[in-house]
Every structure is written in structure tokens, then in C-alpha cells.
């Protein structure tokens, strides 16, 4: 069975600051992976996703997240945080026809 | 309209009333899911299905059951909600051909007391 493993439960940054928020999986067959993004009181939202090819994928609202086979990680990346971006974010592998989440990370921008 | 929509978004039951959530979706997609989500514990599986006639446990499907009505439509009940079920559940739905990830509802907040 696959797991996602999300170290950082609570992450507070200043604006303007870099985020870097770490994922691990477990899981032996291809690899899907996902970050959603849940605003408060809002539901999970699709922020990036990576299933092949380039391991560096794009996502929306200037997030990033690096696909590292070799570790089993596929950590999120964004140079320059906003106030806009607390939110909890969740890492999430797709195996054994179901997608698998994370526990979440926390994060808290301050103005 | 959204295109996977939750009903109710909020509610408040007893203990040991029988309740039930209702998820329908305009994806036209095979495959539906409910998640339970609590702090710190993310999101778990409680049931899947993939067509109208092939539904799955999930990791927790203890204390709920499921129904599919139709391709569009997947409701989630408790048989006797029980205080520890306070939570807040999320239906999705997927395509595999699409292999964009789930498209999530708005959820629904559970109070048992």
C-alpha cells in the first residue's frame, strides 16, 4: 500500500520569503503525484501535478515541486511567498486506483 | 453550478441518529470518492466506487455505509453517528482518462454531540 509522508506540520514565513515543503512517498509501482491546496474554509484545490517527463513541474500561482526518484520525495518550492498563500497543502500519490494524502502542512504567512 | 456539489455543507446530529450525505457530480465521471478530513490527519478514505454496481471499502469505512444511485450521484451514511465521526467530509470525483487528479465538492462539516 502507498503512503505520503508530510514532515512540516507547521510552517510560518514572512512575505517575500522562500517555502520549501517536503514530501515522501512509499509506493512501488508508477508514480502520480499531487499537491492540492485548501484555503480556509475552502476545499482542496489542485495546485500541481506530476505523472512523467520533466521532473521539475509548474504550477499554478508560481508553485513548483521537483519529482527526486531517488529520495521518494517530491517537495513543494515557491521563490517568494504572499499573504495570500496561508493555506493548508497537501501531498498526495495516486496508486492502487485511489489517490493517498498526506497529513498536511500548515502554512502561515505574515504580513 | 459546481460541478460536485455536497449537501448539507453543515449539520448537527445526536449521538446514535442515523444521517446521511448526499454528493452529486456533472463530471460525468465513473469514479467517486468520500473522504473524511480531521486536523492532522489529512484526508482518509472511507469509500470508493467506480461504477453504479462496484463500491469499495476504504481505510476507515468502519461505522458508514454507501450507496450509488446512479453514475452522478453518491451518498454517504452513518448508521448511528457517534461523537468521534465529527469531521469534515469531502466527496470527489476522477477520471482516469483525464488524469487530472480528483475535482473535490465544498464538503460538509459534521457535529455529532
Known amino acids: 500500500a502507498q503512503s505520503v509522508s508530510q514532515h512540516n506540520h507547521h510552517v510560518i514565513l514572512s512575505e517575500a520569503a522562500s517555502l520549501e515543503l517536503g514530501c515522501n512517498y512509499s509506493?512501488?509501482?508508477?508514480?502520480?503525484l499531487f499537491w492540492y491546496v485548501q484555503y480556509p474554509g475552502q476545499h482542496l484545490q489542485l495546485l500541481l501535478k506530476y505523472f512523467s517527463g520533466d521532473p521539475l513541474v509548474k504550477g499554478i500561482k508560481g508553485f513548483e515541486a521537483e519529482f527526486i526518484k531517488s529520495k521518494f520525495s517530491f517537495n513543494l518550492r515557491k521563490p517568494s511567498v504572499q499573504w495570500s498563500d496561508t493555506a493548508e497543502y497537501f501531498c498526495?500519490?495516486?496508486?492502487?486506483?485511489?489517490?493517498?494524502f498526506g497529513t498536511g502542512t500548515r502554512l502561515t504567512i505574515i504580513p | 453550478d459546481a460541478d460536485v456539489t455536497q449537501t448539507p455543507r453543515n449539520r448537527i446530529t445526536k449521538t446514535g441518529k442515523r444521517i446521511m450525505l448526499e454528493c452529486s457530480q456533472t463530471?460525468?465521471?465513473?469514479?467517486m470518492y468520500w473522504y473524511r478530513q480531521d486536523p492532522g490527519l489529512g484526508l482518509r478514505l472511507i469509500y470508493y466506487?467506480?461504477?453504479?454496481?462496484?463500491?469499495n471499502k476504504g481505510e476507515i469505512s468502519d461505522g458508514y455505509s454507501v450507496s450509488r444511485q446512479a453514475q452522478a450521484k453518491f451518498s454517504l451514511s452513518l448508521e448511528s453517528a457517534i461523537p468521534n465521526q465529527t469531521a469534515l467530509y469531502f466527496c470527489?470525483?476522477?477520471?482516469?482518462?483525464?488524469?487530472?487528479?480528483?475535482?473535490f465538492g465544498s464538503g460538509t462539516r459534521l457535529t455529532v454531540v
Open positions: 498526495a500519490v495516486f496508486g492502487n486506483e485511489k489517490l493517498t
Open positions: 463530471k460525468g465521471h465513473d469514479r
Open positions: 509506493y512501488g509501482g508508477t508514480v502520480n
Open positions: 466506487s467506480f461504477d453504479v454496481k462496484d463500491i
Open positions: 470527489a470525483t476522477s477520471d482516469p482518462a483525464e488524469r487530472n487528479g480528483y475535482t
